[in-house]
């Protein structure tokens, strides 16, 4: 059974092993091993999880006490009431059970009714048809510089129903 419950800072070496894994499955060929390195570097480091904790909702999935996924939302700048997916990342043997969707709306659920959810994610990123399913919606493409890497990258948004 998979329970999600709030990241705390015992998680985090859980967490850069699992972001490790699953970096590799997501992102190898589109992005070299030596920047997907860099990148669990910073941005699992203890500052910028540190950071993460004083501004972000953090969640974890967990099944049978190891985590399979995490979560981190943080409140969109300007329309603070509105949802920024940061990051979504479920361990790629676990894919398939539901447990992105509900890190998902659990962290939707901490925000005071939002209208949106936008992301950005990696053209080329093999899970981006999970986005898809849960009524994202493409706004614009961008070329970017990511640690030196060129990549292109997908701005998305969900409209969320008000209540």
Not at 91 to 111: M, V, W
Not at 124 to 146: A, T, V
Request: glycine share 6%; aromatic share 12%; net charge positive.
């Amino acid at each position: 059974m998979i329970h999600i419950r709030d990241m705390n800072k015992r998680d985090i070496n859980e967490i850069r092993a699992l972001a490790t894994k699953t970096w590799k499955a997501t992102y190898t060929p589109q992005i070299p091993d030596d920047i997907q390195k860099k990148v669990i570097r910073d941005a699992y480091s203890t500052q910028e999880m540190n950071r993460r904790f004083r501004l972000s909702i953090n969640l974890v999935a967990e099944e049978d006490g190891v985590i399979v996924g995490y979560a981190f939302l943080s409140r969109e700048k300007g329309a603070e009431h509105n949802a920024y997916l940061e990051s979504l990342y479920v361990d790629p043997d676990c894919q398939g059970k539901g447990i992105g969707k509900s890190l998902l709306y659990r962290g939707l659920e901490r925000f005071n009714h939002p209208e949106y959810c936008r992301l950005i994610v990696y053209k080329g990123n093999n899970s981006i048809h999970f986005y898809y399913k849960e009524g994202f919606q493409p706004l614009k493409e961008r070329e970017g510089d990511f640690f030196g890497h060129p990549v292109v990258l997908i701005e998305m948004k969900k409209q969320i129903a008000l209540q």
